[in-house]
């Protein structure tokens, strides 16, 4: 019983030691991974709930692994922002979803208005010279400023807001619009609201799951009523059911998004979604 602790100690040291090793070989995988042409953007529809057309693509990265599979972001995107590899990887993201989206454009002429959003992680933000970076690929992929929105979290309130609003402010007059993903789930929203410069605001999902409730109900109302008085588009996000599309639309609310209308999908797929005239 003397030794136990002491055997304990040397076991957590080790595991310690283990767990360290591990995270190294991890950010050491991930960041080949980025280089090697590993990472893939996938697709899903964001829709005009009037008239059932796509207005916007979500880029959602994944990790194609040679071995494990199809790796899903939340398994790598917090080791990537705690080892500042979302620098590389958001900048991938950013300029292969772009691309993307003006290649669309530029193939069928009812496309062109097509636009594409992007997750920004609070850590990108606080990256210095964000806006250039942005600029910089808005000028290689030809896509124009309007049509690139990219979501923030309320998480990016967290660190210096005062920073992050000027960061905000240099990409806005790019012409960039911006998001608040996840709207409701995060704090100080009100103050997100009065202080950021914000086009939209995108409902977090569990609130669009709760809306067969009454209280549930109410909440998305409230927020669609919100977004409409402050001059705000807004987007509901994981949209499941024919029932909670039907609630969103007698709302007014401007967007949707989820699995009834589509999951994310690979480039080539969502290029049938878009019904090219060469794809019939
Ligand atoms: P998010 O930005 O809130 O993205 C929406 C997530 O909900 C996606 O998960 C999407 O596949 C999923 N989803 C869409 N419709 C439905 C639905 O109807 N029901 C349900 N249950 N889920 C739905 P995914 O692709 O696994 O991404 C998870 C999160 O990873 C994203 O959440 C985002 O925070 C982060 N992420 C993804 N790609 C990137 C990226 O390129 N950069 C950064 N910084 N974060 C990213
Ligand atoms: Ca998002
Ligand atoms: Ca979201
Ligand atoms: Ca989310």
Redesign the pocket.
């Known amino acids: 019983a003397k030794n136990s602790g002491k055997d304990t100690h040397a076991l957590f040291e080790h595991s310690m030691n283990a767990q360290a090793t591990e995270r190294l070989e991890m950010e050491a995988m991930l960041r080949r991974a980025v280089a090697s042409d590993q990472m893939r953007v996938?697709y899903?529809p964001i829709i005009d709930l009037e008239t059932k057309q796509i207005r916007k693509f979500?880029?959602?990265?994944?990790w194609q692994h040679p071995t494990l599979g199809l790796v899903?972001?939340?398994k790598f995107?917090p080791l990537a922002?705690e080892t500042g590899v979302?620098g590389p990887?958001?900048d991938w993201?950013m300029r292969e979803a772009c691309r993307q989206c003006r290649a669309w454009q530029i193939a069928s002429p009812e496309q062109e208005e097509l636009s594409i959003a992007?997750?920004?992680?609070a850590r990108?933000l606080q990256l210095p010279g964000l806006a250039h970076q942005v600029a910089q690929i808005l000028s290689e992929t030809g896509l124009s400023a309007n049509h690139l929105e990219l979501?923030i979290?309320e998480s990016v309130m967290m660190g210096d807001p005062d920073a992050a609003i000027r960061t905000l402010q240099e990409l806005k007059s790019l012409g960039v619009h911006i998001a608040v993903?996840?709207f409701g789930t995060g704090y100080s929203s009100m103050q997100y609201l009065s202080r950021f410069p914000i086009d939209t605001l995108k409902i977090d999902?569990y609130f669009i799951q709760k809306m067969v409730e009454p209280e549930g109900f109410a909440i998305v109302h409230a927020i669609v009523d919100l977004s409409k008085s402050l001059h705000l588009r807004v987007v509901s996000?994981?949209?499941?059911t024919e029932e909670q599309l039907s609630m969103l639309q007698l709302l007014d609310c401007n967007f949707g998004?989820?699995?009834?209308i589509s999951?994310?999908v690979p480039a080539a797929n969502a290029e049938s979604l878009l019904a090219f005239p060469s794809s019939g």
Request: proline share 8%; charged share 25%; glycine share 8%.
């Open positions: 996938y899903q979500e880029a959602l990265v994944r899903p972001p939340l995107i922002e979302i990887l958001g993201v992007v997750n920004l992680s990108q979501e979290t993903d996840d999902r996000e994981g949209i499941e998004q989820g699995y009834l999951a994310p």
